[in-house]
């Protein structure tokens, strides 16, 4: 399935570390019955062995999969192939670009993280085929996430990327400042606590959705 900006719309990003003891495949499925269009694995700090990370990631990969939603593995090229990923999410920290879109091929999605102009300039550079730009607002689900940039980075990235990569924005996004983040020019917006914390994930990810939709239609 090649990639489309429009699945950038509600990006969900998750490990079993932020499903607070619910189970991740529920939270997942009830995730997509609520409309998300992206889907990041992104075990980080939880107490699994990388076997149980594999075990959860592929079944978590299936239940995308039914759902033509693609699914993208967060930092680790060696667990994107593992589980035959659509693609891989890096950051500035992470290994460089170049390499994961070497590695993964030219039909995998490749993200990258970027805080300001010249590494979104570096990332159009190594093939990149979306970015994510944050952390936008406070986030409690990354502890060195840093200080909040606003949606105004996305604006100012925006101006400067002349290729027109898609932007996803991220951190600390909810339903209150969604729109926010898409009139700023944002393709969508990612994800972590607004669904995975959410009493109902599946109401939450449609009230994100009826905001993004919203948003849209008032920008066209
Ligand atoms: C869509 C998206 N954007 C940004 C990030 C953050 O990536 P990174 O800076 O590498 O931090 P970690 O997520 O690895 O802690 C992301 N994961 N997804
Ligand atoms: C992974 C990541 N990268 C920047 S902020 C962040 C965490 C986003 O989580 P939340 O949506 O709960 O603020
Ligand atoms: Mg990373």
Same mark, same amino acid.
């Given at each position: 399935?090649?990639?489309?900006?429009?699945?950038?719309?509600?990006?969900?990003?998750?490990?079993?570390?932020?499903?607070?003891?619910?189970?991740?495949?529920?939270?997942?499925?009830?995730?997509?019955?609520?409309?998300?269009?992206?889907?990041?694995?992104?075990?980080?700090?939880?107490?699994?062995?990388?076997?149980?990370?594999?075990?959860?990631?592929?079944?978590?990969?299936?239940?995308?999969?039914?759902?033509?939603?693609?699914?993208?593995?967060?930092?680790?090229?060696?667990?994107?192939?593992?589980? $035959? =990923?659509? @693609? #891989?999410? &890096?950051?500035?920290?992470?290994?460089? /670009?170049?390499?994961? +879109? !070497?590695?993964?091929?030219?039909?995998?999605?490749?993200?990258?993280?970027?805080?300001?102009?010249?590494?979104?300039?570096?990332?159009?550079?190594?093939?990149?085929?979306?970015?994510?730009?944050?952390?936008?607002?406070?986030?409690?689900?990354?502890?060195?996430?840093?200080?909040?940039?606003?949606?105004?980075?996305?604006?100012?990235?925006?101006?400067?990327?002349?290729?027109?990569?898609?932007?996803?924005?991220?951190?600390?996004?909810?339903?209150?400042?969604?729109?926010?983040?898409?009139?700023? $020019? =944002?393709? @969508? #917006?990612? &994800?972590?606590?607004?669904?995975?914390? /959410?009493?109902?994930? +599946? !109401?939450?990810?449609?009230?994100?959705?009826?905001?993004?939709?919203?948003?849209?239609?008032?920008?066209?």
């Amino acid at each position: 399935m090649p990639f489309s900006p429009s699945q950038l719309r509600l990006y969900m990003i998750m490990g079993s570390q932020d499903c607070n003891g619910r189970d991740p495949v529920w939270v997942l499925k009830e995730a997509i019955a609520g409309g998300i269009t992206l889907f990041q694995f992104r075990e980080k700090g939880s107490t699994l062995t990388m076997s149980e990370t594999v075990f959860l990631g592929k079944r978590l990969k299936e239940i995308c999969q039914r759902s033509s939603i693609p699914f993208i593995v967060n930092d680790r090229v060696d667990l994107a192939m593992v589980l $035959g =990923a659509d @693609g #891989i999410h &890096v950051g500035q920290e992470d290994l460089p /670009a170049v390499q994961v +879109r !070497r590695l993964m091929g030219t039909e995998a999605i490749v993200g990258v993280s970027c805080e300001n102009e010249s590494e979104a300039d570096k990332a159009i550079q190594a093939g990149a085929d979306y970015i994510g730009v944050g952390a936008l607002f406070s986030t409690r689900s990354k502890a060195d996430a840093g200080d909040p940039i606003g949606p105004e980075t996305i604006s100012h990235i925006r101006r400067s990327n002349e290729q027109g990569l898609p932007i996803v924005g991220i951190g600390g996004i909810n339903a209150a400042n969604a729109g926010s983040v898409i009139a700023a $020019g =944002a393709a @969508g #917006i990612a &994800v972590i606590s607004a669904i995975t914390a /959410a009493e109902s994930p +599946r !109401r939450s990810a449609m009230k994100l959705r009826q905001v993004i939709e919203e948003q849209n239609h008032t920008i066209v």
